[in-house]
Nanobody, 123 residues
Framework: QVQLVESGGGLVQAGGSLRLSCAAS????????MAWFRQAPGKEREFVGG????????SYVPSVKGRFTISRDNGANTVYLQMNTLKPEDTAVYYC????????????????WGQGTQVTVSS
């Protein structure tokens, strides 16, 4: 199993950008589909988007499509979440997750998670 560590969160003004990183260690990173989720206070953990093993295919929740971009570098064992045109409603703790069977929008289907990184967008 891989171990995941997110970084790159912080405080940004609305309209700004952040890039989150999720570094993996352990078993072959390229075997895993990778997803980003977020959880705002009092809300359920929400699928943001994900990427397949090779990086050739991505998917996003409609609220972030066109603003967020997921990419991966299998040589560096890292997946990225580039977030542009941030909005206050993007404020949440962001988590990366790994699954070696597929890319799922249901958080309960992932058993491998990072510790999360806080993103706060001020208006």
């Amino acid at each position: 199993q891989v171990q995941l560590v997110e970084s790159g969160g912080g405080l940004v003004q609305a309209g700004g950008s952040l890039r989150l990183s999720c570094a993996a260690s352990g078993r072959a990173f390229s075997n895993y589909f990778m997803a980003w989720f977020r959880q705002a206070p009092g809300k359920e953990r929400e699928f943001v988007g994900g990427i397949n093993r090779s990086g050739a295919s991505t998917s996003y929740v409609p609220s972030v499509k066109g603003r967020f971009t997921i990419s991966r570098d299998n040589g560096a064992n890292t997946v990225y979440l580039q977030m542009n045109t941030l909005k206050p409603e993007d404020t949440a703790v962001y988590y990366c997750a790994a699954n070696d069977r597929g890319l799922y929008t249901n958080a309960q289907l992932y058993t491998t998670w990072g510790q999360g990184t806080q993103v706060t967008v001020s208006s």
